[in-house]
């Protein structure tokens, strides 16, 4: 609950992991009895529909230091107060588009369910059933810009603004360019209630950041969207192409055999994702990005650093868990065989629809639950990938009996689920190389170390190609640059082993070769005792 400055109005928000709702409703206490206060619903949304995403109640500071939502000063002749929603999103058909509505509330009629929306109005306001909703502010998409609003700058000391104009601080980026922050007047004329006229003046530069990677500059970003068959479901991903690559997205779909490369150039790819859940199958296919962010390379999150060495990458393609009918408790019923039918769309589209990557070349990798896919990708696809990075993951479910990620159903209750589920009980020694990195000090619940030890020693034993690094000290995410180095050179070797160089698989356990060994100098002293025929290294 939050109350306005004013005392006598209130927000309370409340949700419903089951049914994934969202609702904030709004308190008036300007009765006469302060226990019986006037409850009207404010919005009511599904929370994983991005598209229907209004925004959020924006805050600022009051007189007494207290965060409280901010509002225009309020007429006390019409008793109506204004607030401001703002998302930083905007979730859309095009991509994100950040936006910034006000919402005119009449106290006096709380009750009254009719309600009128601006045809300025962003987003679907549908979501927002009290109130006159009015845009006055949105990215600048159409200029190939991505912008966002990090603050309101309220100079009074209060939660209630006054005058015709807001100043906020205003960050710009695009593909090629970081973000800068801008001062931005926001004008605009407030009379009785209603912004009758919405202008922009210009911004004030404020911070003058440069690229903080030049080497990687000329990549090209494409977001895409294709159709898994298994149920028709729309889904879409990022597409990174190194430097001196690029193609023109609406001239492949419309004439396909003119843009696509021959075999000997095309790139080998990098899968890299993360499954989630879902109820609906629309909120499922949302497009969860924007063509015109800056992509931030972080060695230890970003997959975009494998550019360099010529991958096309796939980011985050949407590999959605989706449940059937009114349950949400039954989408891991079909876990295999959503994630299976999502990778090869994904793979198919990237490699025989636009034509840019070789499909005998694919790897996939990911991180925790991401990395729990890895493994069940490279036994259930039939090939699809050469080979796997799995990093911090959890490949037996019956060591976390008592649930995992969004599963609330135990062991004991769906054992059949709990094994199809967990690579560790369907491994096969027709399965892809796999590298496994775990911090030797994971305390995330659902991933302790022991579950990368385990897994290796039950691929050793069926002789699958493998490889465990575990590194000293570190948690569930790497934060030594000492640890993160090394965990670039492991994967780097094993892309260009099992990837680029498409060597023949064997089952011998030789470690790293000598430019591994160089390329991990900074750790050489505590990596001494690697020893040949033992491919398990304890850093």
Same mark, same amino acid.
């Given at each position: 609950m939050s109350f306005f400055e004013t005392g006598d109005l209130a927000v309370v928000s409340e949700k419903w992991w089951e049914t994934k709702l969202e609702r904030k409703w709004l308190l008036n206490f300007q009765g006469p009895d302060l226990l019986k206060a006037e409850k009207v619903l404010f919005s009511e949304r599904s929370y994983e529909d991005k598209y229907s995403d209004p925004g959020n109640i924006q805050y600022?500071?009051?007189?007494?230091?207290?965060?409280?939502?901010?509002?225009?000063?309020?007429?006390?002749?019409?008793?109506?107060?204004? !607030?401001?929603?703002? @998302?930083? /999103?905007?979730?859309?058909? =095009?991509?994100?588009?950040?936006? %910034? #509505?006000?919402?005119?509330?009449?106290?006096?009629?709380l009750n009254d369910s009719d309600?009128?929306?601006?045809?300025?109005?962003?987003?679907?306001?549908?979501?927002?059933?009290?109130?006159?909703?009015?845009? !006055?502010?949105?990215? @600048?998409? /159409?200029?190939?810009?991505? =912008?966002?609003?990090?603050?309101? %700058? #309220?100079?009074?000391?209060?939660?209630?603004?006054?005058?015709?104009?807001?100043?906020?601080?205003?960050?710009?980026?695009?593909?090629?360019?970081?973000?800068?922050y801008y001062l931005y007047d926001l004008n605009f004329l407030y009379v009785a209630g209603v912004v009758k006229k919405v202008s922009d003046e210009s911004a004030v530069r404020i911070t003058n950041f440069?690229?903080?990677?030049?080497?990687?500059?000329?990549?090209?970003?494409?977001?895409?969207?294709?159709?898994?068959?298994?149920?028709?479901?729309?889904?879409?991903?990022?597409?990174?192409?190194?430097?001196?690559?690029?193609?023109d997205l609406e001239n492949i779909q419309t004439d396909r055999k003119k843009s696509k490369l021959k075999k000997e150039k095309r790139l080998p790819l990098l899968f890299?994702?993360?499954?989630?859940?879902?109820?609906?199958?629309?909120?499922?296919?949302?497009?969860?990005?924007?063509?015109?962010?800056?992509?931030?390379?972080?060695?230890?999150?970003?997959?975009?650093?494998?550019?360099?060495?010529?991958f096309a990458v796939l980011d985050g393609p949407s590999m959605p868990i989706i449940a059937t009918g009114d349950k949400s408790s039954n989408a891991n019923d079909t876990y295999v065989e959503q994630l299976v039918s999502s990778a090869e769309a994904a793979v198919d589209y990237v490699c025989n629809g636009l034509g840019i990557c070789d499909s005998t070349r694919v790897a996939v990798g990911g991180h925790s639950y991401g990395a729990f896919m890895v493994a069940n990708l490279l036994i259930h696809s039939k090939?699809?990938?050469?080979?796997?990075?799995?990093?911090?993951?959890?490949?037996?479910?019956?060591?976390?009996?008592?649930?995992?990620?969004?599963?609330?159903?135990?062991f004991w209750k769906v054992p059949k689920i709990y094994t199809k589920m967990s690579?560790?009980?369907?491994?096969?020694?027709?399965?892809?190389?796999?590298?496994?990195?775990?911090?030797?000090?994971?305390?995330?619940?659902?991933?302790y170390t022991d579950q990368s030890v385990r897994m290796f020693a039950a691929l050793r034993s069926i002789g699958v190609v493998s490889r465990l690094v575990v590194l000293p000290y570190e948690g569930h995410r790497y934060r030594a640059r000492e640890s993160i180095m090394h965990c670039l050179a492991e994967t780097e070797f094993w892309l260009r082993k099992y990837c680029v160089d498409k060597r023949k698989y064997s089952t011998s356990y030789d470690v790293a070769p000598d430019e591994l060994r160089s390329a991990t100098a900074p750790i050489a002293t505590i990596a001494t005792h690697i020893q040949p025929g033992d491919s398990q290294v304890n850093l």
């Amino acid at each position: 609950m939050s109350f306005f400055e004013t005392g006598d109005l209130a927000v309370v928000s409340e949700k419903w992991w089951e049914t994934k709702l969202e609702r904030k409703w709004l308190l008036n206490f300007q009765g006469p009895d302060l226990l019986k206060a006037e409850k009207v619903l404010f919005s009511e949304r599904s929370y994983e529909d991005k598209y229907s995403d209004p925004g959020n109640i924006q805050y600022g500071y009051s007189q007494l230091g207290t965060k409280c939502p901010l509002q225009m000063r309020r007429d006390l002749g019409q008793q109506k107060v204004t !607030i401001f929603l703002y @998302n930083d /999103e905007g979730a859309g058909e =095009e991509g994100y588009v950040p936006f %910034l #509505n006000i919402v005119e509330i009449d106290l006096e009629n709380l009750n009254d369910s009719d309600r009128l929306a601006s045809e300025k109005s962003k987003g679907n306001t549908n979501t927002v059933k009290t109130g006159i909703v009015t845009q !006055i502010w949105e990215s @600048n998409h /159409e200029a190939g810009k991505f =912008e966002r609003i990090h603050a309101v %700058l #309220n100079n009074s000391g209060s939660t209630l603004l006054s005058g015709d104009s807001l100043r906020v601080i205003l960050s710009q980026e695009t593909p090629e360019e970081p973000p800068n922050y801008y001062l931005y007047d926001l004008n605009f004329l407030y009379v009785a209630g209603v912004v009758k006229k919405v202008s922009d003046e210009s911004a004030v530069r404020i911070t003058n950041f440069k690229h903080p990677y030049p080497a990687m500059k000329g990549y090209s970003k494409h977001i895409i969207k294709y159709k898994r068959p298994l149920d028709g479901v729309t889904l879409s991903s990022t597409l990174y192409l190194p430097k001196g690559y690029s193609f023109d997205l609406e001239n492949i779909q419309t004439d396909r055999k003119k843009s696509k490369l021959k075999k000997e150039k095309r790139l080998p790819l990098l899968f890299w994702a993360y499954p989630l859940q879902y109820n609906a199958a629309s909120a499922a296919g949302q497009l969860r990005d924007s063509p015109f962010r800056f992509s931030k390379v972080t060695p230890f999150k970003s997959p975009l650093v494998w550019l360099t060495l010529g991958f096309a990458v796939l980011d985050g393609p949407s590999m959605p868990i989706i449940a059937t009918g009114d349950k949400s408790s039954n989408a891991n019923d079909t876990y295999v065989e959503q994630l299976v039918s999502s990778a090869e769309a994904a793979v198919d589209y990237v490699c025989n629809g636009l034509g840019i990557c070789d499909s005998t070349r694919v790897a996939v990798g990911g991180h925790s639950y991401g990395a729990f896919m890895v493994a069940n990708l490279l036994i259930h696809s039939k090939n699809l990938f050469c080979c796997g990075i799995a990093r911090s993951g959890a490949y037996n479910r019956t060591m976390t009996p008592f649930g995992f990620q969004t599963e609330r159903r135990s062991f004991w209750k769906v054992p059949k689920i709990y094994t199809k589920m967990s690579p560790f009980f369907t491994l096969h020694k027709d399965m892809r190389p796999i590298l496994l990195i775990h911090g030797a000090e994971d305390e995330n619940r659902g991933t302790y170390t022991d579950q990368s030890v385990r897994m290796f020693a039950a691929l050793r034993s069926i002789g699958v190609v493998s490889r465990l690094v575990v590194l000293p000290y570190e948690g569930h995410r790497y934060r030594a640059r000492e640890s993160i180095m090394h965990c670039l050179a492991e994967t780097e070797f094993w892309l260009r082993k099992y990837c680029v160089d498409k060597r023949k698989y064997s089952t011998s356990y030789d470690v790293a070769p000598d430019e591994l060994r160089s390329a991990t100098a900074p750790i050489a002293t505590i990596a001494t005792h690697i020893q040949p025929g033992d491919s398990q290294v304890n850093l």
